[in-house]
T-cell receptor
């Protein structure tokens, strides 16, 4: 079975540009999570969806960040405009049936904003 | 609210040494407890889990026991290998929460 798929794997962009990160969860999973990982702040939950509906976006840093899940097999995380402090590894994870279930992580997108 | 505290790293050991990474938690109710591992350049993956008090999770020679009386879930391995070098995350999920609360991670270096 295919795991969680993220694209692109690496992204280098200039400050002020729009960045879109993509995620395809494991088929049949109905919860999806976006995380950001940096050396300074560790692993942070940005937002999560249940049955395509955003449930908690309290971790989204600011209005420059937005996330959508138009259907059960696709989600995007968008940063507009991007800033150097957004440089991080962004992970998508999915799980079946919410709490106490194992989360399956994608390989991550390594973002560098110059 | 729910939280997880794990020992800070990095932890450096020689191959075949005994490993303990401490983890304690604060939670209401009866959370599930997890250890995730992140190898260089990869996403996190589940190492083991325990869903109720006194359960022992085990995988790849690693073990952790859910201790409700001490609110702990320490990770142990009797003889580490160079290939165990990674970052280890302790985590919990409440029985009503949708999300998993992760600790800050402990970086483990195993020297040959």
């Amino acid at each position: 079975d295919a795991g969680v798929i993220q694209s692109p794997r690496h992204e280098v962009t200039e400050m002020g540009q729009e960045v879109t990160l993509r995620c395809k969860p494991i088929s049949g999973h109905n919860s999806l999570f976006w995380y950001r990982q940096t050396m300074m702040r560790g692993l942070e939950l940005l937002i999560y969806f249940n049955n395509n509906v955003p449930i908690d976006d309290s971790g989204m840093p600011e209005d420059r960040f937005s996330a959508k899940m138009p259907n059960a097999s696709f989600s995007t995380l968008k940063i507009q405009p991007s800033e150097p402090r957004d440089s991080a590894v962004y992970f998508c994870a999915s799980t079946l049936r919410r709490s106490q279930e194992t989360q399956y992580f994608g390989p991550g997108t390594r973002l560098l904003v110059l | 609210g729910n939280s997880v505290t794990q020992m800070e790293g990095p932890v450096t050991l020689s191959e075949e040494a005994f490993l303990t990474i401490n983890c304690t938690y604060t939670a209401t109710g009866y959370p599930s407890l997890f250890w995730y591992v992140q190898y260089p350049g990869e996403g996190l993956q589940l190492l083991l889990k325990a869903t109720k008090a006194d359960d022992k999770g085990s995988n790849k020679g690693f073990e952790a026991t859910y201790r409700k009386e001490t609110t702990s879930f320490h990770l142990e391995k009797g003889s580490v290998q160079v290939s165990d070098s990674a970052v280890y995350f302790c985590a919990l999920s409440g029985n009503r929460d949708d999300k998993i609360i992760f600790g800050k991670g402990t970086r483990l270096h195993i020297l040959p």
